[in-house]
């Protein structure tokens, strides 16, 4: 016998890659990032640990993920596992799926690199265990990027855990780094990682369907894969966002638009003008809003110059209703002086032009 067997051990490539297209299911896939227009949303479509119990121990996952955009100038972290769920009850959380969560973003894409340092954790699951994680998340959501490395970051969770529950078996089952930008295309699609060597992994059986990891000879055979811990993120690149009526500096103008259009001092033409001295400072707020891509920002100028003007001429025909799409799909009617930005449809056909020439200047 060799003696010195005892102190060496052979490394091991585990596995972590893009998923082929080719074997995602229900999903689409294979888009680019688009520099100013794309918004950057990764997503932890599943998570699983192969062994959730040893002798009397219970374990739950625990997935910290850490985005940084352009060099390190934008970063963004966030913690999940079932012990957020803490409402439904700290027992059982066995029974728990965390599916398709936003860990990121949506994130105006500025174009350069794009990282993502990504933890799945093993934590015990006794009692207050599960419950205290979502602290754990929450003190990780405050600590900024400019005030600690994405390494003192990820050990806060870790260490968080470990004195807050007095516990030290939480466990690193699999961590990855990896880039995109130069050599490594940014372009939506899943990565999947797998705690285990790469030759054990059976690739060639291995699909994607609607964000879950199966295996089987084709997807409709296939089952829930379980051989080895693992996780799936999803890039997504969509161009608009459906939240930007609460953004910072934009959600005041929808209450100062519609006092100009409940005001029953002015006459359809006043509030023409009233509004035109408005819109200005809404296009400078939608233009220099750093949660919002330039393409975006146009097509909301766009679409709230539209349902103004439709509002306007209700107004000025005294039509006392309205629809939320204004001749398109019937609503509820509701009196045009009402405006909720939330309720705004898209209009047009997303042209940047159209956005640009509504950014420019709106005639009323």
Not at 105 to 134: C, K, Q
Not at 264 to 288: C, H, M, Q
Request: net charge negative.
């Amino acid at each position: 016998m060799d003696i010195t067997a005892l102190f060496k051990a052979e490394g091991t490539h585990l596995f972590w890659a893009r998923f082929d297209d080719k074997r995602v299911v229900g999903r689409p896939t294979g888009q680019a990032f688009e520099q100013d227009r794309s918004y950057v949303v990764v997503r932890l479509a599943e998570m699983y640990l192969g062994r959730s119990r040893t002798l009397w121990r219970k374990f739950s996952p625990l997935l910290h993920a850490f985005t940084s955009y352009d060099g390190d100038k934008q970063e963004e972290h966030a913690v999940v596992g079932p012990g957020q769920l803490q409402e439904l009850g700290e027992a059982n959380l066995d029974r728990v799926i965390v599916l398709n969560t936003r860990v990121a973003g949506p994130t105006p894409y500025r174009g350069g690199e794009v990282s993502v340092l990504v933890g799945l954790y093993s934590v015990p699951r006794e009692d207050a265990a599960a419950a205290l994680i979502s602290t754990v998340g929450a003190l990780a959501g405050v600590a900024g990027g400019a005030a600690a490395t994405a390494g003192q970051l990820l050990q806060l969770v870790k260490s968080g855990v470990d004195s807050i529950l007095g516990l030290g078996s939480t466990k690193l089952c699999l961590g990855v780094r990896d880039t995109f930008g130069v050599g490594n295309p940014l372009r939506t699609g899943f990565h999947v990682g797998i705690g285990a060597p790469e030759s054990d992994v059976p690739t060639d059986r291995l699909w994607l369907r609607d964000g879950r990891l199966i295996a089987g000879p084709t997807p409709p055979a296939g089952s829930a894969y379980t051989g080895h811990d693992y996780f799936v993120l999803q890039l997504e690149a969509p161009d608009r966002r459906v939240d930007w009526p609460g953004l910072p500096g934009l959600s005041e103008f929808e209450g100062r638009f519609s006092e100009v259009l409940k005001d029953s001092n002015r006459d359809p033409a006043a509030k023409r003008v009233e509004l035109g001295r408005l819109w200005p400072e809404f296009t400078e707020a939608l233009r220099t809003s750093p949660h919002l891509t330039r393409y975006d920002a146009g097509q909301i100028a766009n679409d709230v110059e539209s349902d103004l003007k439709a509002r306007l001429k209700a107004i000025d025909e005294g039509n006392p209703f309205e629809t939320r799409a204004w001749g398109a799909e019937q609503a509820k009617p509701r009196p045009p002086e009402a405006l909720d930005f939330a309720e705004i449809p898209q209009y047009g056909k997303g042209q940047p032009e159209v956005g640009e020439r509504a950014l420019a200047q709106a005639q009323f």
